[in-house]
């Protein structure tokens, strides 16, 4: 019995050394690192990997994360310049660089951090009216970053990135902006739709003006043709009295030739040259010259008939 008692201890105690060596391994995962103090002072940082701390003497202090975190900070009440209270929440990004720095620079950082953040919003918008605060998101924002990255850079922390997520004025400002951009937004209507009318008239006026244009043209092209009809009818009436005149003069000649073939003598030729000439005029001309020779063939035969009728 006494044997086994024995046994039995030392399956305990070998059971107990085990166990005890077994928390003595430690992994550390990728993104995170362990502070490790001996004794209660500061003994080292663990990075990814496996790691044997000594049993008693050695303790985890604190596990870190050093992957980007992110912290939405609850609405903070600033004043701006202009004395306007206005409700703004913060959104801060930042990562852990240094381990050692983030366990022993300050108690509570993520706490710090706020503070520092509802801080240092308050002196930014404290020098911008409400105006600027409203349009000035990326100033504020850049501000922001840089006063509390170099305040957290002895805590081991480094911000990245500060994001202004709402901005919340007091009611009855709101009620004065949204009657603001209603009047904006009417005014803007009215201008379009003044501009829109402006481009109707300047159309119809244009096209008035084409449609003006193109009858001018349309008339001017019609009283060419008008002109040029009128032109070739007098042309043509021209022709056709000249072809009238050459068949009259062609018909006496070839009457005359006929009669001198027949013998006539020559005072029958010249009354028929006269005939030919009265003709010839058809009663349009005012005036007819005759040939002398013919003239005194003329005043021969009205002696003839003076003397024929006394």
């Keep these: 019995m006494e044997h086994m008692g024995l046994l039995l201890g030392l399956l305990i105690l070998a059971l107990i050394l085990l166990l005890i060596l077994a928390s003595c391994v430690k992994v550390v ?97 404290g020098d911008l009216e409400l105006d600027q605060t409203l349009t000035s998101r990326e100033t504020i924002n850049t501000k922001m970053r840089a006063a509390l990255d170099v305040a957290t850079d002895p805590w081991g922390i480094k911000v990245n990135r500060v994001e202004l997520k709402n901005i919340i004025p007091p009611a009855a400002i709101q009620d004065a902006m949204e009657k603001q951009m209603k009047a904006e937004r009417e005014r803007r209507e009215s201008i379009l739709r003044a501009e829109g009318e402006k481009k109707s008239t300047i159309l119809v006026a244009e096209g008035k003006k084409q449609s003006a244009i193109l009858d001018a043209e349309a008339d001017k092209q019609s009283a060419i043709l008008r002109a040029e ?38 005072a029958v030729l010249q009354l028929k040259s006269l005939e030919a000439f009265a003709k010839a005029a058809d009663g349009k001309a005012t005036k007819i010259i005759i040939p002398s020779d013919i003239q005194g063939i003329a005043g021969l035969v009205r002696s003839l008939a003076e003397t024929a009728k006394d």
């Design 29 to 125: 995962p990728q993104a995170q690192a362990m502070v490790v103090e001996r004794l209660g002072a500061y003994q080292g940082t663990w990075s990814v990997g496996l790691h044997i701390k000594a049993p008693i003497i050695d303790r985890i202090a604190k596990r870190v994360i050093l992957k980007e975190q992110v912290v939405d900070f609850p609405p903070q009440p600033v004043i701006t310049k202009d004395n306007v209270t206005m409700k703004i929440d913060t959104v801060v990004f930042f990562q852990i660089t240094d381990p050692k720095l983030y366990a022993y620079g300050v108690e509570n950082p993520i706490m710090a951090i706020e503070n520092l953040t509802a801080t240092t919003l308050r002196n930014i918008i």
């Design 229 to 266: 009809a009128e032109k070739e009818r007098k042309i043509r009436e021209a022709e056709g009295q000249a072809e009238a005149i050459l068949k009259v003069q062609q018909a006496t000649a070839e009457g005359l030739r006929y009669i001198k073939e027949a013998g006539a003598d020559e």
